[in-house]
C-alpha cells in the first residue's frame, strides 16, 4: 500500500515519459492531474540530473485546461501574474497567493462541512466579498508606482478610488481581522 503521507514519486525518463515509482508503471499529465485532484501531493524529478521539474509540470497541466476553455484564472488575474514577474512586488506574490488560497480552502471545508453542497458554493461562501475586496486592495496597494499598472504615479491619471485607498485598505485589514477571528472559532 502506498505511503500518502509522501508525495507521490515520478520519474521522467530521457525520452520525457513520466513513471510513477509506487505503481511501477507509466503515466501521463492527466493522471497527474487526477492524483492532485485526489489530494495526493507529488513531485516529478529527472531520472538523469536529478531536478526537480514539479512546478514546470503542474503549470503545463493548468495551461492545458485553461486552453481547452477550463478557464478558471480570469485574464486580469493572469495579467497581473505577468506583470508582477517584471517587478519587485513579485516576491510578495508567492505568499500573498498562498495565503488566498489557504483561506479558500479553509472556507470552502467549512461551508461544505456545515451546510453540505450547494448549487455555487462560491457566491455562498461566507467571507468571499470579502477577501476579493482584500485582494483588489492589496494589489492596488503593491502595484502602486509601477509603470503601466492602473492607478499607479507613472501610470493613467489616478481616479477618486486611489485617494480613498488607505481608508479603505485600513477598512480591509479590519474586515479580515474580524473575519480571521470567525474563522478561527470555527
Do not use: C
Not at 480570469?74 to 505568499?95: E, F, G, K
Not at 492602473?150 to 485617494?163: N, W, Y
Amino acid at each position: 500500500m502506498a505511503d500518502t503521507d509522501k508525495p507521490l514519486l515520478i520519474k521522467r525518463y530521457a525520452s520525457r515519459r513520466l513513471y510513477n515509482t509506487e505503481t511501477s508503471d507509466y503515466v501521463t499529465l492527466e493522471d497527474i492531474a487526477g492524483f492532485i485532484r485526489a489530494g495526493r501531493e507529488v513531485q516529478i524529478v529527472d531520472l538523469k540530473s536529478g531536478d526537480d521539474l514539479t512546478r514546470q509540470y503542474l503549470l503545463q497541466i493548468v495551461a492545458e485546461h485553461e486552453s481547452k476553455g477550463e478557464n478558471v484564472l480570469p485574464i486580469a488575474v493572469l495579467t497581473d501574474l505577468v506583470r508582477s514577474y517584471t517587478t519587485n512586488v513579485h516576491s510578495v506574490v508567492p505568499q500573498f497567493l498562498a495565503a488566498s488560497f489557504e483561506m479558500l480552502r479553509e472556507g470552502q471545508s467549512k461551508m461544505m462541512g456545515n451546510l453540505g453542497v450547494l448549487p455555487n458554493p462560491m457566491a455562498a461562501m461566507p467571507g468571499f466579498d470579502l477577501m476579493r475586496k482584500q485582494q483588489e486592495a492589496f494589489m492596488k496597494t503593491m502595484m502602486s508606482g509601477v509603470p503601466g499598472w492602473p492607478g499607479s504615479a507613472s501610470g493613467p491619471e489616478p481616479d477618486k478610488e486611489d485617494a480613498t485607498s488607505a481608508e479603505d485598505l485600513a477598512q480591509i485589514k479590519k474586515q479580515l481581522a474580524e473575519l480571521q477571528k470567525k474563522l478561527s472559532k470555527l
